[in-house]
């Protein structure tokens, strides 16, 4: 089982990364998120999940411990294959998921591709109480300093998307961060890569 790839990006395209490693190019799909913030040349860190079937092996990248874990809960779920999980964290984060479980909102995975209202239903009922608790109290604590954050990197000029996967990506890597603006805007900034502006 390869549960880790850290190496060079060799390429870039679309959810699709080759990563380096030991002179092996290894694809690795991976959210929009990750893809956009790899650079050909550089260095990698992902935790990894290998799906294996009969007639392929696909490798699934996530940059933080959480998304992984989200999407093992997700495959989990019946009728949810690796893609549409994938999906799912495309378009919210660990956080944001264990939020949309604890609430019941089906709204939330309306714009995933693949998450019909019934797969929805589905996912509410079988991840409810797996992931809400954890996220929830993470969410709830420090969440004005989440909002400066994202407040100050939006007008820095970074996509509030990618500023909200920053401030997500450091409130895990530095859990003692989430409750200080200050701190939380230092470790969100060091996510955004050397062109980051402080």
Known sequence: MISRLDGTVLSARGQ?????VGGIGCAVAVTPQCSL???V????????????????????GFETEAELDAFELLIAVSGVGPKSALGVLAHLSPAELARAI????????????????????LLILQLSGKLSAPAAAA???GS????????ALTGLGW??????DAIERAAV??????GTTGALLRAALAFLGPGARA
Do not use: C, N
């Not at 996509?159 to 909200?164: D, F, I, Q, S």
């Open 16 to 20: 699709r990364l080759v990563v380096g």
């Open 37 to 39: 913030a790899a650079r």
């Open 41 to 60: 040349g550089g260095r990698v860190s992902l935790h990894t999940h290998l799906v294996v079937r009969e007639d392929e092996l696909s490798l699934y």
């Open 102 to 121: 604890e609430q019941q909102d089906e709204r939330a995975f309306k714009a995933v591709s693949g998450i019909g209202p019934k797969t929805a239903k």
């Open 139 to 141: 969410t709830a604590k």
């Open 144 to 151: 004005d300093a989440r909002a400066d954050v994202l407040t």
């Open 159 to 164: 996509p509030e998307r990618t500023a909200a």
């Open 173 to 178: 890597a530095a859990p003692d961060a989430v």
